[in-house]
């Protein structure tokens, strides 16, 4: 059942890449990629296996036309975390302004939490979303993500410019 809550969102900016700590390392145990074309139903796997503890619902709620529309569009970035040859993690960017940059959605499996992945591959994704030299990468996440998500993106370099109650719908 559907219903409508109050949550509290966080939007959060980076104007310039952040710099990197010099002990941040490439690891070996995974890798990640762009991908260069996905389907809808292996979109749709992806992003249940990261977000279905956290009640992420708005792209499963999407027909499979305007998935596969929206993933076919150029300025869809899609970046998939693997391990051991299993996907682990994704993320999607929004680059339809070229100078705008938004990270619509970034996660890991929950069994892959906890491990320093998820730091690792926000790093990954901003390196390579850095380099289409956008003036902004922006995002938003809420009290619903991770308790981790908003440390991790401040720990990044994001800056707080707005905090706000958003009506969200959530299934139970």
């Given at each position: 059942?559907?219903?409508?809550?109050?949550?509290?969102?966080?939007?959060?900016?980076?104007?310039?890449?952040?710099?990197?700590?010099?002990?941040?390392?490439?690891?070996?145990?995974?890798?990640?990629?762009?991908?260069?074309?996905?389907?809808?139903?292996?979109?749709?796997?992806?992003?249940?296996?990261?977000?279905?503890?956290?009640?992420?619902?708005?792209?499963?709620?999407?027909?499979?036309?305007?998935?596969?529309?929206?993933?076919?569009?150029?300025?869809?970035?899609?970046?998939?975390?693997?391990?051991?040859?299993?996907?682990?993690?994704?993320?999607?960017l929004n680059a339809q302004k070229p100078t705008d940059i938004k990270i619509e959605y970034f996660g890991i499996e929950p069994n892959a939490r906890g491990q320093g992945l998820g730091k690792y591959f926000l790093h990954w994704v901003l390196e390579a979303a850095w380099r289409f030299a956008p003036k902004r990468i922006w995002?938003?996440?809420?009290?619903?993500?991770?308790?981790?998500?908003?440390?991790?993106?401040?720990?990044?370099?994001?800056?707080?410019?707005?905090?706000?109650?958003?009506?969200?719908?959530?299934?139970?």
């Open positions: 059942m559907a219903r409508t809550i109050p949550v509290r969102t966080y939007f959060l900016e980076q104007h310039a890449p952040p710099s990197f700590p010099s002990h941040f390392e490439v690891r070996q145990d995974v890798q990640a990629f762009r991908a260069s074309h996905i389907t809808p139903d292996y979109y749709k796997a992806l992003y249940q296996s990261v977000g279905e503890d956290i009640g992420w619902v708005d792209r499963l709620r999407m027909d499979a036309q305007e998935l596969e529309t929206l993933l076919a569009d150029e300025h869809t970035l899609v970046f998939i975390l693997y391990q051991q040859g299993k996907p682990i993690g994704f993320a999607e995002l938003h996440t809420c009290e619903l993500d991770h308790p981790a998500a908003l440390t991790n993106y401040l720990k990044a370099g994001f800056q707080l410019y707005d905090e706000k109650i958003v009506q969200q719908v959530v299934t139970d």
